[in-house]
Structure formats: C-alpha cells, structure tokens
C-alpha cells in the first residue's frame, strides 16, 4: 500500500471506501472521529470537515455519513489487528497506539474496580490522529534552542492540534543525532501517551535519533525522577507539562545538570502566565528560550521565539 | 475350481466391504469427538497467549496451528492469514468463513459446526474485560460437546463395526 493510503488499513471496509472516494492524501490529515449515530468527521489541512457517503468533503455536519456500531466495531478490529486485548493497559488510559505511531482515542463506559479503571466497555467513539513526522521542521528553531553549542531548556508553547509534538520530536532527533550547531546528546524522552515515540507494541514508530532512550507510558514526573537516575541523559524530553508533580520534578532536571526541552498549552506567553505552577516556572526563568506555535497559515507555524525574560530574539513566518 | 475360487473372493470382498464400512462410521465418530477436543484445547492454548502474553491475534493463532491436526491447522493458518492481510472484514467473517472452507462438510455434524464457529466471541471481543470469561464459557461449552462426542463414540463404535460385519454376513448368506 502506498504510503498515502496507509492509514486506510485502520478501519472497516465501509469507511475504507468513503475514505478512498474522498482521495484526502494522509500528509495532511490530521484527525479522523467517529462517534455512534453522528456523522463521520475529519481534520485536514487544519479544518473540520464532515464526509458524506461518496466521498466528497462537506462544510454541513448533516450531510455527513452517520457512523453506525458496526462500522465501530469493524475499525476498532482493524486498528488493533484483532488483538483488542493486547492494548489492555493502554486502554485504561484512554488511547492506544498504533503501528506507523498514530494514536487512536477511546471513549465509552468505563469499569471501575476499587477506585482504578479496570476497562472501557462499549466502546461508541474514537479520534484516530495521525501522527506525521516531518523531519526538518525544527531546522528553523534549532539555531536559537542551541547557543554555543549548548542545548538551551526549552519550552514549546502551542493551542492544540498546532504540532508541538511533531516540532518537539525533530528537535530530540536533531539533539540525538547531532547537528552543525552541537554534537549528538543522549536524550531522555518521557512519552507519557507514546505520542512523541508512537510506540506499538513496544516498538518506536517514529525516529527519534540514535542517542534516545524512552520511558513509554510512564507519568512524567516518575520518569524523569527514572531517567536521572539510571539513563544518564544529557538532554530530558516530556510532552505538555502543568502538574506541581511535573514542576518538582523539572526542579530536580535541572539541578543535575540536564537541559530540559518541554511543551505546554497555551497560545502565547501570557496564556502561560494564567497558570499558577508555569509562572511559577516562567518566574524563576527556569527556561532559556521559548518557542511559540500557531496555526495563522498552516499548523506548527512558528510565530516566534524569545529568551528566558520572553523578550521576542526571533519572529514568525 | 475356478469359480470356487471367484465366489471366495466375492464373499471376502463382501465381508470386507461391509466391515469397512463400519469402521468407517466409527471412524467419523471418532473424529467429530477427536476434532472438538482439538478445539477445546486449542482455547485453552489461546487463553494462555492472549489473556497471559497478550500475543497478537495472527501470531497467537499460527502458534496453535503449529500442532495438532491437519483440519484444525488449515482453520487456524487460514483465519491467521486473513488477519495478516486487514483486508477490513469483521473477524466473524473470517473466522466463519475459515471453519466453512477448512472443514469440509462430513467434518462436523451440523450441530457441532455451529458452536465452532461462535468461537470467534472469544477470540476477538471488544470487551477486553470479559474476555477471559468468554473464552472460559467457550471451552466449557464445547468440552460439554466434546464429551457427549466420546460417549457416543464409545458407546456406538463396537456396534458399528459389528454391525459392518454382520451386514457384510447377511449379504454373503443372501447371494448364496
């Protein structure tokens, strides 16, 4: 199968014709959802779409095809390759991942024993995002992230769906494998929802640079304490930080000596400024550099780039 | 001389074909309790990688085709085949449509061919949390199965062959 058409082997034969007639080519779609008795929606080139039976791309979500249980039912088959089973403790967590790294969400009735999810039982909505590695993309930052050949703690700012991820996994690959601007580092990559790694079945998906080792599903505050500990990383790597158990732990990253590259939601600085544990970051100037995403006119746009005072030293374009 | 000759070898013949068909029908006994005893074990097996070492579904069922006989295997290798491909059909289908091309009709007695196919249920369950317990009822119904096949077979095995024997018998006395 052509890599455009790869992500068509994650659903069931009806959806896998609607989503052929429709010709959208898998670089720049983003998200596909499906929930029971709605209509089947898309995210492609950074819009919301509804798709109609034969194909064709809608503005009007009515007009949309109604996702029936079976079609449900059939992806779910498909995009754990019949073994629904062996994603059991991804499942508690709401997400599975799956081959090529993208991340399919979960929602439907969940079992609770003794205070702890135990399952999701029938399962009536998915969101299937494609992951899309664009190897590059942090050639535009990477200058700034390094100064003098040191990597500088970062902290990538972006709403969601703005590729924050997707920028945060080539800067650890560049940092990894070495750069003009520095030499390979060992990285340590926290990934908690194995979005970054997109790891299936405890294999990486995606590239993230000879020198990485990573920590998948792990809490991120644990897995840095881990990472210290017996890694040795020169470089940490985490995924949307905003806990006070997230805010010890980069405490302790950053009195060992480790660089720290992290991403938050938020849409600018001031945004960050609202959340009490991130101000208290921005504040003690715990990051040198900050990198903030948008999505004017295509996702992972960099608007701009300003030092540990938030003083803009790069902007967008 | 001749024809004394000619008769013997009609009257074996006779008794032998009458003999055979009565093994054959204890034979096809034999086989319906051999064949669901193969499928229980077979879950047993399935419980172990599935609920245990959480084994992908194709891989789980090529390493229980692995063993045991050549109708099973044909089952197995073929459902496992089609889960390999994600051609996007429901493992009901092919789970159906593996026991429908794999065991020929004769296989099965049509009231054991049906709980054979149900099996899917427990292979591929959306709800994981019930998945060992189906995979248990699975087994326990077709064990129940597997133990009426062998007392039938116990039971009516002698007596079929004895049964070949003697029509075999009777027909020799008739033509004589």
């Known amino acids: ?317 | 001389m001749v024809w004394l000759a000619v008769r013997t070898a009609g009257i074996f013949l006779i008794f032998a074909a009458g003999s055979f068909l009565g093994d054959a029908m204890e034979y096809g006994l034999k086989r319906q309790w051999l064949i669901l005893r193969e499928f229980c074990e077979l879950l047993r097996y399935m419980e172990r990688e599935m609920v245990v070492h959480h084994t992908p579904l194709d891989e789980a069922l090529r390493l229980a085709a692995g063993s045991g006989m050549r109708e099973i295997r044909e089952v197995l290798e073929y459902a496992a085949d089609r889960v390999e491909r994600q051609e996007g059909a429901s493992f009901q289908e092919i789970w159906e449509d593996a026991v429908t091309c794999c065991l020929k009709d004769g296989v099965l007695r049509a009231g054991n061919r049906e709980p054979v196919c149900d099996i899917w249920t427990a292979f591929c369950n959306q709800d994981t949390v019930m998945q060992k317990t189906m995979l248990e009822k699975q087994e326990s119904h077709l064990a129940g199965l597997c133990r009426d096949a062998e007392q039938e077979y116990r039971a009516k095995a002698g007596l079929y062959r004895r049964l070949g024997a003697a029509g075999g018998v009777f027909l020799i006395i008739l033509l004589l």
């Open chain 1, 1 to 317: 199968m052509e890599r455009r058409e790869q992500y068509l082997q994650f659903f069931s034969s009806h959806i896998r014709e609607i989503l052929q007639k429709s010709g959208v080519c898998q670089e720049k779609l983003q998200e596909i959802r499906m929930r029971a008795e709605r209509p089947l929606l898309i995210w492609y080139e950074g819009k919301e779409y509804a798709l109609t039976e034969d194909g064709n791309l809608t503005g009007e979500p009515d007009r949309g095809y109604r996702v029936s249980r079976e079609d449900l039912r059939g992806t779910l088959e498909c995009i754990s390759g019949y073994s629904l089973y062996a994603f059991d403790e991804e499942m508690k967590q709401g997400f599975i991942t799956v081959s090529g790294g993208h991340r399919v969400g979960l929602a439907g009735k969940i079992i609770m024993e003794d205070g702890k999810i135990r399952g999701i039982r029938h399962i009536s909505f998915l969101n299937i995002r494609l992951s899309h590695q664009i190897r590059g993309c942090a050639d535009r930052v990477l200058p700034w992230v390094i100064d003098q050949g040191e990597v500088c703690h970062t902290l990538i700012v972006s709403p969601p769906r703005c590729g924050k991820t997707t920028l945060l996994r080539d800067l650890i690959r560049q940092i990894s494998d070495g750069s003009v601007y520095a030499a390979g580092r060992t990285v340590g990559v926290v990934d908690e929802r194995s979005e970054i790694g997109g790891s299936c079945l405890g294999i990486l998906q995606n590239d993230l640079g000879i020198r990485t080792d990573v920590l998948d599903c792990c809490t991120k505050a644990e897995g840095m304490m881990m990472l210290l500990r017996s890694m040795a990383p020169q470089v940490i790597a985490v995924d949307e930080i905003g806990s006070e158990r997230d805010s010890q732990a980069i405490g302790s990253v950053i009195h060992c000596g480790c660089r720290l590259l992290a991403t938050a939601h938020g849409n600018s600085l001031e945004d960050i400024r609202r959340r009490p544990l991130l101000a208290q970051l921005l504040d003690e100037q715990v990051f040198e550099r900050y990198i903030i995403l948008g999505n004017g006119i295509r996702p992972g746009e960099v608007w701009s780039v300003c030092d540990r005072y938030g003083e803009e030293i790069q902007g967008g374009g």
